[in-house]
């Protein structure tokens, strides 16, 4: 699906003559490596590779319910995305408050578009991810995987997505389906066309 | 936050982002003078602003000699020199403006001379505010498919051979506001999170070449050290095209608030792509699809419902900075239509302005040096006879694409989340000189 984008680049590139960055000093002179820097150690690759992908490379072992994603959201979640994961608006809350997670299915492609966890991420794993590195917003990396995978859960429980007596975890959340999965293509600009009139 | 405001804004989207939010419209005393922000007070001070029109009525009131701040300069000794960083004269008053969640920070455009954006008015966005980083702790960790896993301190990186490019940076959202309303008054307000610097530090090849990249490895994860971890997929192209990680900005450290102590550059591409306060680049065989490329970034076409991802090009944009809304100009006569253009294609090939809404269209004079992918400036001798007209600019970059208007982008993508929105801007000038944002549709 993205192969492509290697041969647009390359046509770009040639399309525009030598990279502004090349510098000749830098092509006809040292062509060794650098002594600087140090080899990075397993434990200092662990204590920041925790990124996941669809596929499920990077999810941790651990596992999550719907129950105890439940009661996380109550305490850690509520106040910004809503009780019922309505999204809120307020100007009092950390930036303006927290977008609704479930809901908005079908309105894609109408001006009344609602994008959600629900209607629009195409990937769980993105949700697992994010959640993990950036909520909540007021002490993010500060949730556990279980505690993740929980959460993960709840929302796509309420967003219907999974059963919510299903458990989430390293094998299980690669495998779900989201509604949006099949709702992007990548980028097709320019226009073939002349853009103006 | 006004809510009214916003509701308009997110069509669908019920909570603000703050690169899709519109500031508040400012409360500008701008109307007694030609330029935005030159208050009253100012001119009467005898700030640097005077008109000919307002001239003229300040003289008839006071001599000069009587103006404290302006006269006798030459009569006394000044200010010595002092081992400190320096500020602007106290007369200058252009500033960021603030959205009221305080994730962006926008660049006073119509305030601006040449392609430079002085560093602290560079325009800011974040997703968890700006970290507090100390350099001598930070890292930029270089792992996944290499033969030899890297960690580099800033005084590592400094070593290495080095590159300096002047490069636009554009938040992908800037302009969004501008779609379908026209109730930013201010060039700043509708198209300020877009600036240039230079930009200093190591090219990412080089980097990659000290790694050793393994067979396969075709995307990098790109993460930043804030509270969001903002993480976005590069494809290896562009990291040995013309990417490097930058410490340095306009001949001094990077700001706090643009990535101190280093970032990404990747020029030509949207602003969140360019990951500030990077940590951490791991490189893998397929995109990681993170919150920042499948939620937000991605480019919803309402007309079908499916969404454009990885759509990282910035593309050609021109902006008229003056006249631009909310000045006045004072009177009939010679003004120098001004303003900026760019495209994160290519060079740009040309600029072209209208005077008569869009009727007809001549070629605008491109300040030296035309950079690609920066800023560029656009000058346009213009006569006006009083009347009331609109202005405009649009642009064309070397592969031949032309700024499109606006309302070709709403016939060909809908009324989605606008990222990447650069339709063309037209600017009212009623006759009795005010200048306003208008939709032509």
Known sequence: ?197 | MDRTHRSEILIGEPVAEGDLVRPPEEDCACKEGMFPKASRRQILRGGGLVTAAAATVLLAKRTLAADEDMAGSWTVPGQLAKSDYGTRSKFETAVRQATPAGTDALTPLQSLWGIITPSGLHFERHHNGVPAIDPAQHRLIIHGMVDRPMKYSVEDLKRFPSVSRIVFIECSGNSGGTARSATLKTAQAAHGLTSTSEWTGVRLSTLMSEVGVKDGAGWVLAEGADGAMLSRSVPIDKIMDDAFVAYAQNGEAIRPENGYPMRLILPGWEGNINVKWLRRLKLGDKPFMTREETEKYTDLITLTGKARQFSWVMEAKSLITFPSGDMRLPGKGFYEITGLAWSGRAPIERVEISTDGGKNWALASLQEPVLPKAHVRFRYPWHWDGSETIIESRATDQTGYVQPTKAFLTANEGVGPTYHYNGIQSWKISADGSVSNVLIA
């Open chain 1, 1 to 197: 699906m993205f192969s492509s984008h290697r041969g647009i680049l390359l046509a770009t590139a040639l399309m525009l003559g030598a990279s502004p960055l090349a510098v000749s000093g830098q092509e006809s002179g040292y062509a060794g490596t650098y002594p600087f820097g140090t080899a990075a150690t397993q434990a200092d690759i662990d204590a920041w590779n925790k990124d996941v992908r669809p596929d499920g490379q990077g999810l941790p072992p651990g596992s999550g319910t719907f129950e105890k994603g439940q009661k996380i959201y109550a305490e850690q979640c509520a106040t910004c995305h809503g009780e019922n994961l309505e999204g809120i608006r307020d100007p009092n809350l950390p930036q303006g408050g927290g977008p609704a997670l479930i809901g908005g299915r079908g309105t894609l492609n109408t001006s009344k578009f609602k994008i959600t966890v629900e209607s629009y991420w195409p990937y769980a794993s993105t949700l697992y991810d994010y959640i993990l590195r950036a909520m909540p917003y007021t002490a993010p990396s500060s949730l556990k995987p279980d505690e993740v995978y929980s959460l993960v859960g709840f929302i796509l429980g309420r967003a219907n997505i999974i059963d919510k007596k299903a458990t989430m975890d390293a094998k299980s959340l690669p495998k779900v389906e989201m509604p949006n999965r099949n709702g992007f293509y990548p980028d097709n600009r320019p226009y073939p066309v002349k853009r103006y009139d």
